[in-house]
């Protein structure tokens, strides 16, 4: 199979699927099995996707918060983390696109919440509707409890604080019986998600938060038994001269019997160049999709036969100059089968994971 291949991989790997509307950002998917106690245990949240975020402070101001989205065979799990020295009253709450179709709020679509209050923590697992008996002057829609509509409740919730960072956890199963108020995900599925932190004083007010902006992003499911990798970018809009792009990253390895070599790497606006980094000091090369023979892996033989993860908000940092060439960039996260481009060819099995964050910079 000729080279070109890589680029349609890259393409293919940053879009949705075919059935689907995109939605803002690249796809969060991680795996991992969380216990929903409201405590992020030690390498509990390892293989999570996250998503740096600041969130607004009752009374002014803003906090650093983390969002964290993974996956095992069962379960969607997601978290909050958030820089406080005590529980605020206020709750998490995670709103779906069930068929994300990106057509707005529909009947029957998904959400979860965990609230915190002077009392304790409660979960709700409930769905939106514009029909009755939603009440006048609801704005057209509302929201019930599942068990309310005649079906279930599905999931956990619990939050906790340590006197440093306050944190809310979640989960619900991928495919609940209540198909008609659930979602339904298989591995490879999508989801359109946003969510919203509210932060409130003992006697209000609130704040509120809603995480991606401006509108819904996505989960993807990860298979539970694959090598799983994650790159994304910090920023939303086109990057202009003296912006930094940050790139987050993570890799969730539940332990494969293979060897891999791991590469780093971007792809430039003349979707043929690639500038790849053969080390941990993102030191760099150049090749081209013509001659996938010459690039050089930033790791090489990374054994999968102990599991391992790793997840960082700050994986590669670079500031625009105003001298890049303007267009799309596609920053790639590549494991394959050692020595798989020698041949300068990409063959079925040579590779083993792949993700991808496309950006805009216009100087």
Request: charged fraction near 15%; charge should be negative.
């Amino acid at each position: 199979m000729q080279s070109g291949r890589l680029l349609r991989l890259i393409a293919l790997c940053a879009a949705l699927p075919a059935t689907a509307t995109a939605h803002v950002g690249s796809p969060l998917s991680g795996t991992g099995t969380a216990v929903v106690d409201g405590i992020m245990g030690a390498g509990e949240w390892d293989g999570a996707a996250r998503l740096d975020f600041l969130a607004n402070l009752p009374g002014g101001g803003t906090t650093p918060a983390t969002l964290l989205v993974m996956n095992d065979a069962t379960n969607l799990y997601l978290a909050a983390r958030v820089a406080r020295d005590r529980l605020d009253n206020g709750d998490l709450r995670f709103e779906f696109d069930n068929d994300h179709d990106a057509a707005g709020i529909e009947n029957g679509d998904d959400f979860i919440q965990v609230i915190t209050s002077t009392g304790g923590s409660s979960f709700y697992d409930s769905y939106r509707t514009n029909q009755p008996p939603c009440p006048p002057g609801s704005g057209g829609w509302c929201g019930f409890s599942d068990t309310e509509g005649g079906g279930t409740l599905d999931g956990q919730g619990n939050t906790s604080n340590d006197g440093s960072f306050s944190f809310y956890e979640l989960s619900h199963p991928l495919d609940s019986t209540d198909d008609l108020h659930d979602f339904s995900l298989a591995p490879g599925a999508a989801v359109g998600f946003y969510a919203e932190l509210s932060l409130c004083n003992a006697s209000g007010p609130c704040a509120n938060t809603a995480v991606p902006e401006p509108q819904a992003g996505d989960i993807a499911v990860a298979s539970a038994d694959a090598l799983t990798l994650s790159v994304a970018n910090n920023f939303g809009g086109t990057y202009h001269a003296g912006y930094t792009v940050i790139i987050a990253a993570s890799m969730n390895n539940p332990g494969i019997a293979a060897t891999v070599d791991l590469f780093f790497g971007v792809l430039l606006p003349d979707r043929h160049t690639i500038l790849f980094f053969r080390d941990l000091a993102f030191h760099f090369g150049s090749a081209d999709l013509s001659n996938l023979a010459g690039l050089t892996p930033l790791l090489a033989g990374v054994d999968l036969s102990t599991p391992f993860g790793f997840a960082t908000a700050n994986f590669f940092s670079y500031e625009w100059s105003g001298y890049e060439p303007a267009g799309s960039y596609s920053f790639f996260l590549l494991a394959a089968a050692p020595d798989a481009f020698a041949d300068n060819s990409i063959d079925p099995g040579d590779v083993v994971a792949l993700s991808t964050a496309t950006l805009s910079y216009s100087p």
